[in-house]
Nanobody, 120 residues
Framework: QVQLVESGGGLVQAGGSLRLSCAASGSIFSINAMGWYRQAPGKQRDLVAAITSGGSTNYADSVKGRFTISRDNAKNTVYLQMNSLKPEDTGVYYC??????????????WGQGTQVTVSS
């Protein structure tokens, strides 16, 4: 069994910063890509940022230059540093990881989500 546990969400004023963390634990053999998704009320869940095991990154156009994704492979943890936050960044942020388990099965896993609210 694999768990992804997110932390770091909260309420912040526009222009402020937050740092999200997501730690994976359990029956993990290796982790490929990790990423953060955002779901605003009444909208679909969209990719915000992703990072490969080798450190290559990809960002949604709306967050380029403001958000930075990073990971610590030794800790099976991915981070999202969010600066210059805007009210439109509000939503539930979900962590996702493509995990090969100790039984060698390979599939994606989701965290439970953490709420980020940016006030204007």
């Amino acid at each position: 069994q694999v768990q992804l546990v997110e932390s770091g969400g909260g309420l912040v004023q526009a222009g402020g910063s937050l740092r999200l963390s997501c730690a994976a634990s359990g029956s993990i053999f290796s982790i490929n890509a990790m990423g953060w998704y955002r779901q605003a009320p009444g909208k679909q869940r969209d990719l915000v940022a992703a990072i490969t095991s080798g450190g290559s990154t990809n960002y949604a156009d709306s967050v380029k230059g403001r958000f930075t994704i990073s990971r610590d492979n030794a800790k099976n943890t991915v981070y999202l540093q969010m600066n210059s936050l805007k009210p439109e960044d509000t939503g539930v942020y979900y962590c996702h990881a493509d995990i090969r388990r100790t039984d060698l099965s390979f599939r994606g896993s989701w965290g439970q989500g953490t709420q980020v609210t940016v006030s204007s």
